[in-house]
């Protein structure tokens, strides 16, 4: 069965740090992968997405992530934080062959300045 | 703009009084789905279509209807709605090709006292 896992249900970083949120993924089929972002009162934003194309992926507002298949991970990173990031970020796989969505838990990020 | 749109944003309901939650997108997907977002749970598939007149089973249907009669709409039914289904309830659809992903509405937040 597919699945993925959050590291971690909370994550503060200072204003201009290292953003790293982590996802590994169970998948015995090359998966597809996505990041989300849900601000406060919101739906779901698509960051960027992972569908067999090029390990490195680049998203919006300067998030990235580096599909690894011999870790299992898909980790998020953002080289300086800014307090509009502030939220909460999902890690999902498409199930295979559906079009099924399975979320992790989802990790709130908080910005200190 | 391309956009899914849920209607309504906020609904206070009592226990057994029926209710739609209306789910519209204007992009042409064939493939739309219903999530359910719960603390500690992520996002959980409650139904979805392939296309009009096809809908089958998510991971938590029970006590939920859908219905696709055009390709534009979904709407979410609860016939008999009980305090278990208090949640915040997604509609989402999904692009083709090189727009693979899945766009969201901006949810609802139902409460069934």
């Known amino acids: 069965a597919q699945s993925v896992t959050q590291l971690g249900s909370h994550v503060s970083v200072s204003e201009g740090a290292l953003v790293l949120l982590r996802c590994n993924y169970s998948?015995?089929?090359?998966?597809?992968l996505f990041w989300y972002v849900q601000y406060p009162n919101q739906g779901l934003q698509l960051l960027l997405k992972?569908?067999?194309?090029?390990?490195l992926v680049k998203g919006i507002n300067g998030f990235e992530a580096e599909f690894k298949k011999s870790e299992t991970s898909f980790h998020l990173t953002k080289p300086s934080a800014h307090m509009s990031d502030a939220a909460e970020y999902f890690c999902?796989?498409?199930?295979?062959?559906?079009?099924?969505?399975?979320f992790g838990t989802g990790t709130r990020l908080q910005v200190f300045p | 703009e391309a956009q899914v749109t849920q209607n309504p944003r906020y609904l206070i309901t009592v226990t057994g009084k029926k209710l739609t939650v209306t789910c519209s997108q204007n992009?042409?997907?064939?493939?739309m789905s219903w999530y359910r977002q719960d603390p500690g749970l992520g996002l959980r598939q409650i139904y979805y279509?392939?296309?009009?007149?096809?809908?089958d089973k998510g991971d938590v249907p029970e006590g939920y209807k859908v219905s696709r009669k055009e390709k534009r709409n979904f709407p979410l039914i609860l016939e008999s709605p009980s305090p278990n289904q208090t949640s915040l309830y997604f509609c989402?659809?999904?692009?083709?090709?090189?727009?693979?992903?899945?766009?969201f509405g901006s949810g609802t937040r139902l409460t069934v006292v």
């Open positions: 992972y569908t067999s194309a090029a390990t």
């Open positions: 999902a796989v498409r199930k295979y062959n559906t079009d099924k969505l399975i």
């Open positions: 989402a659809s999904r692009g083709t090709g090189l727009n693979y992903g899945y766009t």
């Open positions: 992009m042409n997907h064939e493939y």
């Open positions: 998948s015995s089929v090359p998966p597809y």
């Open positions: 279509s392939m296309n009009v007149e096809v809908t």
